[in-house]
């Protein structure tokens, strides 16, 4: 039996309650379809962990989780600590440091779940945003000046290279390919002359490589219209960091819920672990009440058994997910219903 070495960081608020079910579903799925074993390192980096120790992870943090064939991530962030902390010195930073430049995050509109838009057909809905990961807008490069004497001024840059732009957009690309061959590349090159006017220049060269995908550029703002007026339209979406961000937590939106939304931070040449992650955060607001939606978590579980090579497994962990929100007796309070975080995961586990 293949043993697969996995750093599970459940994080803060609903992070640790989600993804209890994620481990759950994905070593059973794993065992089950692909004859492989999922081992589970626990770690307690997290807003506590903060709060006894000063950081965030242990001095060796990074070390210690290079060790591992990937990541479950939870979520981090808490109402009494800063993000300046909490997100940027573990979320972020990770990105960076495992070269995790595509953040693939899938919006699926399942049968059973109540779309916002009328007239959808379940799976009219299918898109896969590839966002970039590592640099653009949430480049640590800028600064404050005059700190506190009611005259600051504050500078953030955006960094794009051509190395940046060129290998997420031809992953999207790769991802097309494999998909309805259809992708759209955001920008908002009208405004943002220098960085989006060089991400459209290697748009333009790396698309001559894929004749046999029906590609086009679109402005950030019509595309978020038209995520809203045809979301059919759109198959694969490439985004800078920023435009990939907010675009996808609206894509969540249309497809019924951010409890849904999964997602992946890979380094594809896997030379690092990659990181797999809900689109949500810690949710301090339901944190505790046993009502988080964990199949976000679990998609994301999914993705990361894919990123494995346990086909199979990820395969049954999205079909069983569909079954049950198909069959539509579980439902936590954000579809709809009344069930609680472990009903959801029970059901899941049960389908598989
Ligand atoms: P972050 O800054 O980490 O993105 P956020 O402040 O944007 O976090 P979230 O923690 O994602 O916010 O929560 C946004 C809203 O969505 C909250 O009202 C929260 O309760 C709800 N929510 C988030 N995740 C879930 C989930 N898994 N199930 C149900 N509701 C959720
Ligand atoms: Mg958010």
Known sequence: ???????????????????????????????KFDNAELAFNKLPWSTDYYKQHGRMMPVDGWEVLAKHDAILFGAVGSPDVS??????????????????????????????????????????????????????????????????MEQEI??????????????????????ARKRRKK?????????????????????????????????????????????VRKPESFDVIVASNLFGDILTDLAAAVTGSIGLASSANINPTKQFPSMFEPVHGSAPDITGKGIAN???????????????????????????????????????????GKATTTDMGDAVVAAL
């Open 83 to 148: 993000d300046k902390i909490t997100v940027n010195e573990l979320l972020l930073p990770m990105r960076r440091k495992y070269d995790q430049y595509v953040n693939l995050r899938p919006s699926y509109l399942f049968h059973g779940v109540d779309c916002p838009l009328k007239n959808k057909a379940p799976g009219a809905i299918d898109i896969v945003v590839y966002r970039e990961n590592t640099e653009g807008e949430y480049a640590p490069v800028g600064g404050q000046l005059y700190v506190g």
């Open 294 to 336: 964990p199949l976000a978590a679990i998609l994301s579980a999914g993705l990361m058994l894919d990123h494995l090579g346990l086909a199979k497994s990820a395969k049954m962990i999205r079909d069983s997910v569909a079954e049950v929100l198909k069959d539509g007796k579980v439902r936590t309070p954000d579809l709809g």
């Open 154 to 175: 504050a500078v953030q840059t955006g960094v794009f290279t051509r190395k940046g732009c060129e290998r997420i957009l031809r992953a999207a690309f790769e991802a």
């Open 183 to 227: 992708l759209t590349s955001i920008t908002k090159s009208n405004a943002q002359v220098f960085s989006m006017g060089l991400w459209d220049d290697v748009f333009a060269v790396v698309r001559k490589d894929y004749p046999d995908v029906e590609s086009a550029p679109l402005l950030v703002d019509a595309a978020a219209m038209d995520l």
């Open 1 to 31: 039996m293949a043993v697969h070495k996995i750093a599970v960081i459940g994080g803060d608020g609903i992070g640790p309650e989600v993804i209890d079910h994620a481990s759950r579903a994905a070593q059973k799925a794993a065992a």
